[in-house]
C-alpha cells in the first residue's frame, strides 16, 4: 500500500481528547484524590538559607494524638537527583541545610491541620552559617570551609565549561567591528496553578503506588527505587493529569519520597500537597544568568566570529544544572552564520532554591543577549535589523560550527511573514517618540538528542491493542501536561487507521501499564511519541490488510484506510468496516497488538558535553513587539505581538496556536515584571501570587500567531515542537522595542518602570561581570552535513 | 487494651450541621465551622471540580458563583454560605448537556492543562448572564483576577466571546 498525500486528521482543529472533561471539572488531578484512610503528610521546612543541622528530636510531635509518623534525614540518607552524575539531593536534609525552605523533616497525620501543628513539635538544632546569595559571593568563596556542597571540584562551582569550535582569534581579527556586551537575565519561576500533590499507598501486597504531579513518572520511578531501596519492579508511578508544568514538574522531589516512606511506615495512604508558598521554594525555575557576549562582524554585517560568557546561579542543589550550563551556550550559533564560536559557563551553588529547567531551559537568557546584540550591530551599521540577518541565516540541512544538524529551517519565512504582518518597514524608527517596535529570532530543539541516564533503549515506546469492538487503545508512558500529549496519540492513530478518535483510548503516564516515555520536557512529546505511534500502527496494518484482501478480494496493495472503512482506493464502495476488518484478522492472525519505538538520530559530534544541543530538529521562531513606553513613568504598554513559529507540520494547528500564545504570554511575564527575588537574609522577598506579579488579561495583549510550516523529514507527518521555541524571541524583542520607542539600551529583564527611568537618566549601570578563570577551552570541528530522509 | 486515637478531635464536638444549596440540590453536611467553602465543597461534599491555587484569595482558581456572584470561595467560610445559591463548574452541565461556555472553551482549545479553567468558566458565566454581549474589554475586564499560565488567555478570551454568540 501506498502512503496517503492527504491527512484527513492531522493539522485539523480537533478537540483535545481530554478537553470536555477538563471543562466539566471531571478530570482528576492529584489532588482530587481520595482514598480510603487517607492520612495527611507536611514538611518542616529550614527557617535559615545556609546551617549546619546538629540535632533534630520528633519525640514532642510523635506523642500527639493523631500523629502517625515523623521521617528525618536518616531515615532517608540516599542521595538523588535528575542528573546521575550530580547526585547532590536528600529527601530531608541529613547533616545541613542549603535553602530558606529546604524540607528537614516530614509528618504523617490524621488531618492537614494536625500535620502542621505537629511540625510545630519537631525541635531542631541548627548552627546558622553564612548564607552565599549571588554569583560573585560564590565565585569568591573558594575556601574549603564557605563550601556549600562537599562533592565538587571547585568550591561552590557546580559545573564550569569551556568550548572552542573553529578559528575565534582569526575570526574577531578578520573582523571591522567588534560589538561587546554584558547582560542580566533575572530569575523567575512557572508559577502553575497547581500545586505540587502527591499521594503514596504502600499496599498489603508490599507494593508501592504513587500517584504525583509529575512530568517525568518514568525518572520518579528510578529516583524512588534508589532513595527508598525498593526493587523498581514493586513501584509504580501514576503521573495524573498535570495541572501546569512549564519544567517545574520535572526533577523528582522529596515530598514524593516522603509521602511513599510514610506510607511504607504506616501502611495507609498518605497525601501531601504544598501550599502555594512553598512552591515557590521547591522552584526549579529560570537561572539568573550574567552573560558577556561579544560579535565580530564585517562591515556588511556578517558575523565572523561569536563568543560568550555565561554565570548562573544555580541555587543550592544541583538538578539539571550540568544541561542547564551547557544549554547557555548551544544554540547561539542556531539561527545565523557563525563561523567561528567560544563558549565558557560556569553555574555556581548559592543558598537558594535550585533552579532548574523553565520553558527554554537556558536558552532564553543567552537569546536574550544575542537578539539585543544583533539588534545593536544593525543600528551601528544603519541596516535595517532584518535585512541583518536575512543575509546569514543558517540553511536547511547544514551543520552549525558547533556540530549541530540542522534538518528543515522556516527561519527566512518567519521572518518575512512577521515583518509583512506586523508592517515593519512603515512602522521601524518611524513611530513617534514613546512608541516602539522590535523585533528579534530564535532557535529551539525538538527533543533532546540523549536521555538524562545513559542508555541505549528508545527513548519513547507505545503499545497499542486492537480490539473487536473496532475500539483502539494506546498504551504511552507520556503525562499530558496540558499541551495535549494524549491527543498528539490518537490523532496519530486516526490517521493511520482511518478511523474516528472518538474510538481511540488512552492509557498514559503509568510505569506499571504504558511502556517507558522518557517524561513532557525538552519539547519531546509529539515527535517521539508521535513516530513511535506510526511505527506501531505500521506493524499491525499488513496484518489488518491481509485479512481485508481475503475478505474483499481486492489486492492488498489497493486497500486504503478511510472514513472508518478499509477500503479499495480504485472503487471506495468496496470495503469493510475497521471493526469488521480487525475482527477477520484476528481470527486469522490471533490477538492484534504491536509496539513502536523512537530512538532520535546519532549524535554526530563525540567531544565532552556535546549530549547538550542535538535534537532530531530545530524550530526557528521570530517576533516583533510593538509597545508604548511612557517617559515620565517608566511604564511599559504592550500593544500587540505578532509571533511566526516553523513548527514543521502542525500536528493540530489548534493546539499548536495555543502552546505559542502560551509562550508569548510566559514570555512577557518574564521580560516585564516576573522575578524570584530574595532578601539580604536568604529569604524569599515575594513567596505569593500576590507580590510575584505575573500577566493578567489586562496586561496580555493581542497576540498575532503564523505557523509556518515546513514538513521536517524526522517529525512525524513533518511535525516538530511549539511548546517552548516562542517562548524565545519575545524577551528580546521588547528590549529592542523599548530603544526603538525611546532610544535607550535595557540589558536586563524585567524591564520594570524603575529601569526605563534610570536609563533614560543615564543612571542604569551596565550588568558587571564576575571574575572567574575558566578552564582551558575544548577544542573542535564538525564535519558535513547529513541529508535526513523523510520517515513518515 | 490499646487506647484509640482521637486524632486530635477535641472532646467537645467541633462540627457542625450545614445545609447548602449546591447545583439545586440540597446538601446537609456536618463539618468544622472553620472550613472553608472551598474545603466543605471539595473535601466534604466530594465536589472537586473547584480547584484550589493559593488558598488566599490571589489567584481565581477557586471561583464558584454564590447567588450569580462569582466568589473564592477560599475567601468564603462554609457557614457564611447557608441560604445561597452556590453554583460549581458541576452544576454548569444542565440535563447532560454542557453550557455554551464548555462547549466553546473545548472547540477551541482554551482548556491546556484545564486547572485554572472551572474558576474562570464561572467567572465568564456570571459575565453572560448579566451581559450577554460583552466586549473584548469587557471579558478582559471580568477575567482579570482569574489567572491562567497556559494560554497566554487569547483562546479563553475567543472562547467567552464564541459562546456569547451561541447562547440563545
Given at each position: ?160 565549561v569551556s568550548l572552542e569550535f573553529g578559528d575565534v582569534e582569526g575570526g574577531f581579527a578578520g573582523s571591522d567591528h567588534i560589538f561587546e ?111 558577556w557576549a561579544k560579535t565580530g562582524v564585517k562591515s556588511d554585517g556578517t558575523i565572523q566570529a561569536m563568543q560568550y560568557k ?19 551556550g548551544a544554540l547561539q550559533t542556531v539561527t545565523y552564520k557563525v563561523p567561528a564560536y567560544k563558549f565558557e559557563g ?20 543567552p537569546?536574550?543577549?544575542e537578539?539585543?546584540q544583533m539588534?545593536?550591530i ?13 543575509k546569514q541565516?543558517v540553511e536547511?540541512?547544514s551543520v552549525t560550527i558547533n556540530g549541530l544538524q540542522i ?197 554526530p559530534r563525540e567531544f565532552k558535553g556535546s549530549?547538550?544541543g ?160 575558566f578552564p582551558a577551552p575544548l577544542k573542535w570541528q564538525p564535519g558535513e552535513g ?7 | ?168
Amino acid at each position: 500500500m501506498t502512503r496517503k498525500k492527504t491527512l484527513s486528521v492531522i493539522g485539523k482543529p480537533l478537540r483535545k481528547v481530554d478537553a470536555m472533561a477538563k471543562c466539566a471539572g471531571e478530570t482528576v488531578y492529584a489532588d482530587d484524590l481520595n482514598l480510603p484512610r487517607t492520612i495527611y503528610a507536611k514538611l518542616l521546612r529550614s527557617p535559615h538559607p545556609h546551617a549546619r543541622i546538629l540535632g533534630i528530636n520528633a519525640a514532642r510531635a510523635l506523642k500527639l494524638d493523631g500523629v502517625f509518623a515523623v521521617l528525618t534525614g536518616e531515615d532517608l540518607p540516599q542521595k538523588f537527583g535528575i542528573m546521575p552524575s550530580t547526585e547532590d539531593e536528600e529527601a530531608l536534609a541529613v547533616d545541613k541545610v542549603r535553602y530558606a525552605g529546604d524540607p528537614v523533616a516530614a509528618v504523617a497525620a490524621a488531618s492537614e491541620t494536625l500535620a502542621e501543628k505537629a511540625l510545630g513539635y519537631i525541635d531542631v538544632e541548627y548552627e546558622v552559617l553564612k548564607p552565599i546569595l549571588s554569583i560573585e559571593e560564590a565565585l569568591a568563596s573558594t575556601e574549603e570551609s564557605q563550601r556549600i556542597h562537599t562533592w565538587n571540584r571547585r568550591a561552590n562551582v557546580q559545573k564550569a565549561v569551556s568550548l572552542e569550535f573553529g578559528d575565534v582569534e582569526g575570526g574577531f581579527a578578520g573582523s571591522d567591528h567588534i560589538f561587546e556586551g554584558t547582560y542580566f537575565y533575572q530569575g523567575n519561576t512557572h508559577l502553575p496553578m497547581e500545586q505540587y500533590c502527591a499521594v503514596g499507598f504502600y499496599g498489603p501486597d508490599d507494593k508501592l503506588t504513587l500517584w504525583s504531579s509529575t512530568q517525568t513518572p518514568h525518572y520518579l520511578h528510578r529516583a524512588l527505587a534508589k532513595v527508598l531501596k525498593l526493587p523498581a519492579s514493586r513501584i509504580r508511578v501514576i503521573a495524573t493529569p498535570v495541572g501546569g508544568g512549564f519544567g517545574g514538574k520535572s526533577d523528582p522531589f522529596s515530598h514524593e519520597i516522603c509521602v511513599a516512606k510514610l506510607s511504607m511506615i504506616t501502611r495507609r495512604p498518605v497525601k501531601i500537597t504544598l501550599s502555594r508558598e512553598e512552591t515557590f521554594y521547591v522552584h526549579r525555575g529560570r537561572h539568573p544568568v550574567k552573560m558577556w557576549a561579544k560579535t565580530g562582524v564585517k562591515s556588511d554585517g556578517t558575523i565572523q566570529a561569536m563568543q560568550y560568557k555565561t554565570f548562573l546561579d544555580g541555587g543550592g542543589y544541583s538538578s539539571y544544572g550540568l544541561a542547564s550550563v551547557y544549554y547557555t551556550g548551544a544554540l547561539q550559533t542556531v539561527t545565523y552564520k557563525v563561523p567561528a564560536y567560544k563558549f565558557e559557563g560556569v553555574r555556581v551553588f548559592t543558598n537558594k532554591p535550585a533552579c532548574g529547567p523553565k520553558r527554554g531551559h537556558g536558552t532564553p537568557q543567552p537569546r536574550f543577549a544575542e537578539e539585543i546584540q544583533m539588534d545593536e550591530i544593525a543600528e551601528n551599521l544603519d541596516i535595517d535589523p532584518l535585512e541583518l540577518r536575512l543575509k546569514q541565516l543558517v540553511e536547511a540541512n547544514s551543520v552549525t560550527i558547533n556540530g549541530l544538524q540542522i534538518s528543515s529551517c522556516g527561519l527566512r519565512e518567519c521572518i518575512e511573514k512577521v515583518a509583512e504582518r506586523a508592517e515593519w518597514k512603515k512602522k521601524f524608527r518611524k513611530l513617534p517618540f514613546g512608541h516602539g517596535i522590535g523585533f528579534a529570532a530564535s532557535a529551539y530543539i525538538t527533543g533532546a538528542g540523549l536521555p538524562i541516564y545513559w542508555n541505549n533503549m528508545p527513548h519513547s515506546g507505545v503499545q497499542i491493542k486492537l480490539d473487536r469492538s473496532g475500539g483502539v487503545t494506546i498504551f504511552c508512558g507520556s503525562s499530558d501536561i496540558g499541551q495535549g500529549s494524549d491527543s498528539i496519540l490518537v490523532y496519530a492513530i486516526a490517521e493511520e487507521f482511518g478511523i474516528d478518535p472518538a474510538d481511540i483510548r488512552v492509557v498514559s503516564a503509568d510505569t506499571d501499564l504504558t511502556p517507558v516515555d522518557l517524561g513532557s520536557y525538552s519539547s519531546r512529546g509529539t515527535i517521539m511519541t508521535g513516530n513511535a505511534t506510526i511505527q506501531a500502527c505500521g506493524k499491525l496494518k499488513p496484518l489488518l490488510l491481509e485479512a481485508a484482501s481475503e475478505a474483499l478480494e481486492v489486492p492488498a496493495d489497493d486497500l486504503e484506510f478511510a472514513d472508518g472503512q478499509v477500503r479499495s482506493a480504485s472503487l471506495p464502495s468496496r470495503g469493510i468496516s475497521f471493526a469488521e476488518c480487525v475482527v477477520k484478522a484476528e481470527g486469522k492472525h490471533g490477538t492484534l497488538g504491536a509496539t513502536g519505538s523512537y530512538w532520535p538520530p546519532k549524535n554526530p559530534r563525540e567531544f565532552k558535553g556535546s549530549g547538550v544541543g542535538p535534537t532530531p530538529a530545530y524550530t526557528f521562531s521570530t517576533a516583533i513587539v510593538e509597545l508604548h513606553c511612557d517617559s515620565e513613568t517608566g511604564e511599559i504598554k504592550i500593544d500587540k505581538v505578532w509571533i511566526a513559529h516553523d513548527c514543521g507540520k502542525a500536528f493540530n494547528p489548534l493546539l499548536v496556536e495555543g502552546q505559542t500564545e502560551g509562550s508569548v504570554y510566559m514570555a512577557l511575564g518574564e521580560a516585564l515584571m516576573e522575578e524570584q527575588i530574595f532578601r539580604k537574609n536568604g529569604l524569599h522577598k515575594i513567596p505569593s501570587i500576590l507580590e510575584y506579579k505575573s500577566p493578567t488579561t489586562l496586561e496580555t495583549p493581542e497576540i498575532e500567531t503564523i505557523l509556518v510550516e515546513t514538513i521536517d523529514p524526522e517529525g512525524p507527518y513533518g511535525a516538530k515542537e511549539a511548546g517552548q521555541g516562542p517562548l524565545l524571541p519575545v524577551v528580546p524583542a521588547v528590549s529592542n522595542a523599548v530603544f526603538d520607542a525611546i532610544g535607550v539600551r535595557i540589558h536586563e529583564i524585567p524591564i520594570t518602570p524603575d529601569k526605563i527611568l534610570r536609563a533614560l537618566e543615564g543612571r542604569l549601570k551596565a550588568v558587571s561581570i564576575p571574575q572567574f578563570e575558566f578552564p582551558a577551552p575544548l577544542k573542535w570541528q564538525p564535519g558535513e552535513g547529513v541529508k535526513v530522509e523523510q520517515k513518515s | 487494651m490499646k487506647k484509640s486515637k482521637k486524632n486530635g478531635a477535641d472532646d467537645r464536638l467541633t462540627k457542625r450541621l450545614l445545609r447548602l444549596q449546591v447545583n439545586g440540590e440540597t446538601k446537609e453536611v456536618a463539618t468544622e465551622v472553620s472550613k472553608t467553602l472551598l474545603e466543605v465543597l471539595r473535601e466534604d461534599l466530594g465536589l472537586t471540580g473547584t480547584k484550589h491555587g493559593c488558598e488566599l484569595g490571589e489567584c481565581g482558581t477557586c471561583a464558584v458563583l454564590v447567588d450569580g456572584e462569582p466568589v473564592l470561595s477560599c475567601l468564603m467560610l462554609g457557614i457564611e454560605a447557608e441560604n445561597t445559591e452556590i453554583v460549581t463548574v458541576e452544576g454548569m452541565t444542565q440535563n447532560g448537556k454542557p453550557h455554551p461556555l464548555q462547549k466553546a472553551f473545548a472547540d477551541l482549545g482554551a482548556a491546556q492543562c484545564g486547572y485554572c479553567i472551572p474558576g474562570i468558566l464561572l467567572t465568564a458565566k456570571a459575565l453572560l448572564d448579566e451581559k450577554p454581549y460583552p466586549t473584548r474589554d469587557e471579558i478582559r475586564q471580568a477575567l482579570a483576577g482569574n489567572l491562567c499560565r497556559c494560554t497566554g488567555y487569547t483562546k479563553i478570551l475567543q472562547a467567552v466571546e464564541l459562546a456569547a454568540k451561541e447562547i440563545p
